[in-house]
Nanobody, 124 residues
Framework: QVQLVESGGGLVQAGGSLRLSCAAS??????MGWFRQAPGKEREFVAA????????DYVDSVKGRFTISRDNAKNTVALQMSSLKPEDTAVYYC???????????????????WGQGTQVTVSS
């Protein structure tokens, strides 16, 4: 079992920044990812980071604006979001893959555990 707790969401104006954090406890996690779901839309991949942190992947719409990082000593993964846009508004979820992989996994189906989500709202 893995418990994931996200924090750091909130309301920000367009162009602003937010930092999301996800604290994991329980089993070892390998790939960690952030996904988001806007009202009326399917959950979409945002960013992922490999176990060692050496590989990352981003959806094109956030490249250059978001940065994913992890601290395995603290069992945390963060998503630094800058130059936020109204279209970034969504509930953001942290996911954990507990199967051995050295990759940064972008497929939601590969993730075994999810946090409760944190709301990010970007006003124009």
């Amino acid at each position: 079992q893995v418990q994931l707790v996200e924090s750091g969401g909130g309301l920000v104006q367009a162009g602003g920044s937010l930092r999301l954090s996800c604290a994991a406890s329980g089993r070892r996690t390998y790939s960690m990812g952030w996904f988001r779901q806007a009202p009326g839309k399917e959950r979409e991949f945002v960013a992922a980071i490999s176990w060692t942190g050496g590989k990352t992947d981003y959806v094109d719409s956030v490249k250059g604006r978001f940065t994913i990082s992890r601290d395995n000593a603290k069992n945390t993964v963060a998503l630094q979001m800058s130059s936020l846009k109204p279209e970034d508004t969504a509930v953001y979820y942290c996911g954990a893959d507990v199967h051995l992989t050295l990759e940064a996994v972008s497929s939601a189906g590969r993730y075994d555990y999810w946090g409760q989500g944190t709301q990010v709202t970007v006003s124009s």
